[in-house]
């Protein structure tokens, strides 16, 4: 009876967006946030938390209103909860996936809250304070570079870790992955909040700080992600529909067909691509070894899939061993075919409808924004295909940390450029082309 009475406490109708002092405030976190991440990035699974679900209760009790609320996330975001529930009912292991599950609820629906917080920000304080979001990226970027040129004390001092003890160049991957997904809407934020040259300027301070920091570490996911944000805010055509229904299409046929283009692939360009990559430091074979058999056990059971985290349980795989000598895999280093072992063609079809829905609101946008989004959306695409687990939580922060950041950089009004040198500017160097 307590909780009905307590709902019925608050006023009807929109949420109230941030004050001033409160988007402030939100900043500033924000860009805490991002100095961590550069040493503690497995801290960004409690960040939606700490920003989204504590935020919104204070709210909630203080201001007996509604907190700013984003209606897609939370239905986004509940979709996903809901299908990694259900899938207990079918899963190899109920109990490994019901944790899981919990565990996802954990980061994405206070992650959903949080995105409500950054779309109610004042615009106006935006554009007078998120300067300090680009140059919390470019610190960031400048601790991994100043830490491992000289030893790299921070990261021992905070993951308790001897002078004595060789530290990998691994060890910084997450590091790198999580500034650079932000470093994208970082960037096309310092040229709103920074006019003409000085905010190329710090634009390309982020790409080489970026670049450095990531040749410290041998994340080749980092760096393919960051070439291709760069490319697409630099290069890709938005004002015309096709190319983005062409993008889109390519993506939806990708999801629908998953299983079959990663078998293809292992049968026919494995053995072509060993003069290359055979003897490198990358390792494409391996991957490719490892789609390939994920796809083949996953097109057991087709329509359902085997519940979510099924790869960390499954113990037969049948691998070939030609690359990849392992029979046991933590995921499928690959979001579409983890989608397919876990859920089948139900979670296929529902990845789709979620990438038709967010090209739908893309073409909504203004040909600025739909660059920004575009870039976030395919950089962190290409992580999800080559990299990580869909469900590590430190991921889902740093999708969330990203997206944010994101939501933030739309709300930016493009300061006035008034280019110095004596030429007419091209119209696509605007930051608004």
Not at 43 to 70: C, I, Q
Not at 93 to 100: L, Q, T, V
Not at 323 to 330: D, G, R
Request: net charge positive.
């Amino acid at each position: 009876m307590m909780i009905p009475s307590f709902l019925k406490s608050f006023p009807a109708g929109q949420a109230a967006p941030l004050s001033q002092r409160q988007t402030i405030i939100l900043l500033v976190a924000l860009a805490l946030v991002l100095l961590t991440a550069s040493l503690l990035p497995r801290t960004l699974s409690a960040m939606p938390l700490v920003l989204g679900l504590a935020p919104a209760l204070l709210w909630a009790g203080w201001n007996r209103a509604v907190p700013p609320l984003y209606p897609a996330a939370l239905i986004c975001t509940g979709a996903i909860v809901a299908l990694a529930a259900c899938s207990t009912l079918w899963a190899l292991d109920p109990a490994e996936a019901g944790a899981r599950a919990g565990k996802i609820a954990m980061v994405l629906i206070p992650g959903a809250v949080m995105l409500g917080f950054c779309r109610g920000a004042d615009r106006d304080t935006l554009n007078r304070i998120a300067k300090i979001i680009p140059l919390a990226v470019m610190a960031g970027w400048a601790v991994i570079i100043g830490d491992y040129y000289t030893g790299q004390p921070l990261y021992r001092l905070t993951h308790d870790i001897a002078a004595d003890v060789i530290i990998g160049t691994y060890e910084t991957n997450r590091a790198c992955m999580a500034l650079t997904l932000c470093s994208l809407p970082a960037m096309v934020m310092a040229l709103r909040l920074w006019p003409g040259i000085l905010g190329w300027g710090m634009a390309a301070a982020i790409i080489g700080l970026g670049f450095a920091a990531i040749d410290t570490s041998d994340s080749q996911t980092a760096l393919l992600a960051f070439i291709i944000g760069i490319a697409v805010l630099a290069a890709f055509p938005v004002v015309s529909i096709w190319p983005r229904r062409v993008l889109k299409w390519v993506l939806l046929a990708g999801i629908a067909t998953g299983p079959f283009l990663a078998i293809a692939m292992f049968r026919h360009l494995a053995t072509a691509l060993e003069p290359m990559f055979l003897d490198s430091s990358a390792n494409p074979l391996e991957r490719m070894e490892i789609w390939d058999f994920v796809s083949r056990y996953a097109l057991q059971n087709p329509l359902t899939g085997f519940g979510i985290e099924a790869s960390r349980v499954i113990t037969d795989f049948d691998n070939a061993k030609i690359y990849e000598p392992a029979s046991t895999i933590m995921h499928p280093h690959n979001g579409v075919l983890q989608i397919w072992i876990e859920f089948g063609a139900l979670g296929a079809a529902l990845t789709m409808a979620a990438v038709a829905a967010l090209f739908r609101r893309i073409d909504a946008l203004t040909p600025a924004n739909r660059r920004l989004v575009l870039a976030v959306f395919l950089a962190a695409c290409s992580v999800g295909l080559t990299g990580y687990g869909l469900w590590q939580g430190w991921w889902l922060g740093v999708c969330v940390l990203m997206a944010a950041l994101t939501a933030l950089t739309l709300k930016i009004r493009p300061a006035p450029v008034r280019f110095p040198l004596p030429f007419n500017r091209p119209a696509w160097l605007s930051p608004t082309a």
